[in-house]
T-cell receptor
């Protein structure tokens, strides 16, 4: 158990809908990272937040947004969902800002868009 | 764009053998590399990392080698055990001062008892 929790574990929805994925980092970790893992694209970095502020951006679509709250939990919002958004979404956390800190991954949320 | 790739999608070894998993990267500006292990149904797990100013780093039963001349990264696992069976990813950080990793597609390591 990494100490990172993600909810829900599974999510099934329809195209055009909007969903919110939630992540609670390990106690004391200030950085949260979001990743997408799909069969065709592999693992992709989406975005990093540190202590409530966005710090790095990867291949995140404009339809996707994230935020980190004062209690350090984070949410990833996916809107206008398409079939191709079906994937595993992982959250990871680390103590500090640097991406070179060891990151601890959660178990993931499996999103299925029908 | 530039990408990280893996030479072998599947590697089968016998328990007790040494395993070598390879990764090619194409961005000469990458300054930090990470190996992750992902077991079925779980999230990736950090194994070992290496910065571009090093060519070798050792951990517990694992060694990462970096050859910047040919842009090649390898992960060596000594005395491979059935619990090492998983998919292994390499990642390179292309972000300079920021963390913006690019991941390889992964190699599936199968360890036979």
């Amino acid at each position: 158990d990494s100490g990172v929790t993600q909810t829900p574990k599974h999510l099934i929805t329809a195209t055009g809908q909007r969903v919110t994925l939630r992540c609670s980092p390990r106690s004391g970790d200030l950085s949260v990272y979001w990743y997408q893992q799909s069969l065709d694209q592999g693992l992709q970095f989406l975005i990093q937040y540190y202590n409530g502020e966005e710090r790095a951006k990867g291949n995140i679509l404009e339809r996707f947004s994230a935020q980190q709250f004062p209690d350090l939990h984070s949410e990833l919002n996916l809107s206008s969902l398409e079939l191709g958004d079906s994937a595993l979404y992982f959250c990871a956390s680390s103590p500090l800002l640097a991406g070179t800190d060891t990151q601890y991954f959660g178990p993931g949320t499996r999103l299925t868009v029908l | 764009g530039e990408s990280v790739g893996l030479h072998l999608p599947t590697l089968s070894v016998q328990e007790g053998d040494n395993s070598i998993i390879n990764c090619a990267y194409s961005n000469s500006a990458s300054d930090y590399f990470i190996w992750y292990k992902q077991e079925s149904g779980k999230g990736p797990q950090f194994i070992i990392d290496i910065r571009s100013n090093m060519d070798k780093r050792q951990g517990q039963r694992v060694t990462v080698l970096l050859n910047k001349t040919v842009k090649h990264l390898s992960l060596q696992i000594a005395a491979t055990q059935p619990g090492d069976s998983a998919v292994y990813f390499c990642a390179e950080n292309i972000g300079g001062g920021s963390y913006i990793p690019t991941f390889g597609r992964g190699t599936s390591l199968i360890v036979h008892p």
